[in-house]
T-cell receptor, first 109, second 112 residues
C-alpha cells in the first residue's frame, strides 16, 4: 500500500543553524505534498505545501524541495529557533492524504 | 477566516462507558470533515471522513462511529469504550475536493 516515511525520527540542532527534515513517499500518483508542524498537546498546523509540477517552494524561513525522480521531499528551516521545536509531518496526496510518522525536532540554545 | 473547534479538550472515561466527541467548523460551507486518532507514537490514523450531511465513510472497522447531523458539525461516538481507544483525537476539515486538511486542537482521551 501507499506509505510515507521520514528518514529520522528525531533531529537535534543548535539554535541559529539550519534544519533539514527528510521524507520519502511511495505513490507515484501523488501530486500534492504538505508539511505540518505539531507542538506538544496541539493539533498539526499547516506550514507549507507544494504541487508535483514544482520542485521548490519557499515560505517564511522554510523551503520545501521535491524530487519526484526519487520520490523524496525535504523541509528546510533557516536559522532554527527554540519555537521551532515540534514534531514535523509530511503528507502526500494521491487521492487520499497519507501521513508520515513524524520527525521530532529539538533546538538546543 | 475559518476556525475549527473540538471539545472536550481532555476526557478520562472508564472502560465500557459511552463516548461523544464534537467538532465544529466556522467560516466555511460544505466542508469535508475528518476524524483521526493519534496514538502514543506519532502516526495519524484516519478513522472517518464525510463529504456531506449524513454521509460517513469508515476507514478502519472498530467500535467507534461518526455522525454528521449538520453541515459543519462532526461527532465521534462509541457505545462502550475499550482501553485501546485511548489516544489523541483530531478533527480536520478541507474544502470540497481540496487537498489540504486543517486540524483542530484535539481531544486527549484516556480510558481507564
Amino acid at each position: 500500500g501507499e506509505s510515507v516515511g521520514l528518514h529520522l525520527p528525531t533531529l537535534s540542532v543548535q539554535e541559529g543553524d539550519n534544519s533539514i527534515i527528510n521524507c520519502a513517499y511511495s505513490n507515484s500518483a501523488s501530486d500534492y505534498f504538505i508539511w505540518y508542524k505539531q507542538e506538544s498537546g496541539k493539533g498539526p498546523q499547516f506550514i507549507i505545501d507544494i504541487r508535483s509540477n514544482m520542485d521548490k517552494r519557499q515560505g517564511q524561513r522554510v523551503t520545501v524541495l521535491l524530487n519526484k525522480t526519487v520520490k523524496h521531499l525535504s523541509l528546510q528551516i533557516a536559522a532554527t529557533q527554540p519555537g521551532d521545536s515540534a514534531v514535523y509531518f509530511c503528507a502526500s496526496n494521491g487521492g487520499k492524504l497519507i501521513f508520515g510518522q513524524g520527525t521530532e525536532l529539538s533546538v538546543k540554545p | 477566516s475559518q476556525t475549527i473547534h473540538q471539545w472536550p479538550a481532555t476526557l478520562v472515561q472508564p472502560v465500557g462507558s459511552p463516548l461523544s466527541l464534537e467538532c465544529t467548523v466556522e467560516g466555511t460551507s460544505n466542508p469535508n470533515l475528518y476524524w483521526y486518532r493519534q496514538a502514543a507514537g506519532r502516526g495519524l490514523q484516519l478513522l472517518f471522513y464525510s463529504v456531506g450531511i449524513g454521509q460517513i465513510s469508515s476507514e478502519v472497522p472498530q467500535n467507534l462511529s461518526a455522525s454528521r447531523p449538520q453541515d459543519r458539525q462532526f461527532i465521534l461516538s462509541s457505545k462502550k469504550l475499550l482501553l485501546s481507544d485511548s489516544g489523541f483525537y483530531l478533527c480536520a476539515w478541507s474544502v470540497p475536493a481540496g487537498a489540504t486538511q486543517y486540524f483542530g486542537p484535539g481531544t486527549r482521551l484516556t480510558v481507564l
